[in-house]
């Protein structure tokens, strides 16, 4: 069976997902897309030479009868009106981060999930499906390096678009580690602070950067992410987890090694599109095989998209008030154990 899907959102990542759910992963195929731009998801039709329906929006998209499933990729404060509605029309939906702009609007999500009484959300939490990631994430659960005692992070963007606000270094960038952290270590946040060095000349009139957000859990653990998002020389994600008896860190993205002219070369990254990208197919292909086999999506739930949002309304209030914020968990529904 081929899962029919709807896509809303047909920018830069939605048009990747597009063309790995064509041409890389199994059992899925897209017959319906929409944009606010309808010019860019008819585009898109063309591009991928696919046999789908321009819809005018997302509600009309998420109706249609041969749609089963949908995948969100449009902007961040448009996610939540989406799912809700996906929700609504009982309909399983993969949605990009962030799984809502704020807290409230997650805690909506999650109420509305539950009252339908079935899984439906799925949050593109990518870095889960990673293997260096699932690499430090089974080396702590066999005590490998004993307890986690400090978590070093750094997040470095080349450049970002002039549309990208201070608050988004936490709701667009951040948000990537508030989310695999605390899966990593199995551990809750308690509270979090924002301090801002020395601004990089390179920003734009107005963006703070870069950040380092400094979270603490409830076992102790204290961890610090550098969040740089014009760092210039490419896109780096580095994780650093210090135990009482070893360390463990994320292996530099695999490259050939060059000896040449007196110089040992590597070259880094440019664009996150090529650092994630096996981990976006694991991740999709997990989302279209649950569906199929499960009835229900398994990877990263509204609850862990909740988790998040509040973790970046605290992020958000640490921000302005330069003080230590704390991050208030309700209590996780047996609906999502
Ligand atoms: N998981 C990841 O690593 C990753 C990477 C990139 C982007 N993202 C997330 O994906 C989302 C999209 O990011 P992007 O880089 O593709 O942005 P983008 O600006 O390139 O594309 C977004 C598209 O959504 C469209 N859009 C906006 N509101 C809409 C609405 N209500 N209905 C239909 N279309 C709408 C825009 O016209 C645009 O074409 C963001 O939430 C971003 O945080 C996640
Ligand atoms: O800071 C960027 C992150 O490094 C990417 O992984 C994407 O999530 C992108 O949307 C963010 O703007």
């Known amino acids: 069976m081929v899962l029919k899907i709807g896509v809303i959102g047909t920018g830069a990542i939605g048009r990747e997902h597009i063309d790995r759910l064509t041409n890389t992963i199994a059992g899925a ?9 309808q010019v860019a998801a008819q585009d898109t039709i063309e591009m991928y030479g696919l046999d789908a329906v321009v819809y005018p929006d997302d509600h009309r998209l998420i109706a ?52 339908s009484g079935t899984k439906l959300v799925q949050v593109g939490f990518m ?7 699932l690499g430090l994430k089974e080396a702590i659960a066999n005590h490998a390096i004993g307890a986690p005692l400090m978590v070093h992070c750094a997040h470095r963007n080349p450049t970002v678009d002039e549309r990208y606000s201070t608050e988004m270094a936490i709701s667009d960038t951040l948000i990537h580690e508030i989310d695999v952290l605390h899966w990593l270590i199995a551990d809750d946040y308690q509270s979090v602070r924002i301090d801002f060095p020395r ?15 400094t979270l603490k859990t409830k076992n102790g653990v204290i961890i610090t992410v550098e969040i740089f998002v014009n760092c210039q ?8 987890i210090v135990g009482e008896d070893g360390i463990v860190k994320l292996p530099e993205f695999s490259n050939i090694i060059t000896r ?55 992020c958000i209030a640490a921000q302005t008030s330069g003080q230590e914020e704390k991050i208030d968990l309700e209590e996780m529904p047996a609906f999502y154990r």
């Open 29 to 37: 195929k897209i017959v319906a897309v929409t944009d606010v731009n």
């Open 64 to 115: 249609a009868d041969n749609v089963d499933a949908v995948v969100i990729t449009s902007w961040g404060p448009a996610h939540e009106e989406s799912v809700l509605a996906a929700i609504a029309a009982g309909k399983a939906v993969f949605c990009e981060k962030p799984l809502a702009a704020t807290a409230a609007g997650a805690k909506r999500i999650v109420t509305a999930e539950m009252a």
């Open 127 to 133: 870095r889960r499906y990673d293997a260096g990631y």
């Open 199 to 213: 601004n990089t000349k390179q920003a734009r009139e107005g963006l703070r950067d870069p950040q380092i957000a």
């Open 233 to 240: 020389y490419g896109y780096d994600i580095q994780c650093e």
């Open 260 to 314: 040449k002219s007196g110089q040992l070369r590597q070259s880094i990254l440019a664009d996150w599109k090529d650092r994630f990208t096996r981990a976006y197919d694991v991740e999709l292909q997990a989302f279209i095989d649950a569906l199929k086999t499960k009835g229900e999506p398994t990877g990263p739930s509204a609850w862990d998209g909740y988790i998040a949002a509040v973790t970046a309304d605290a």
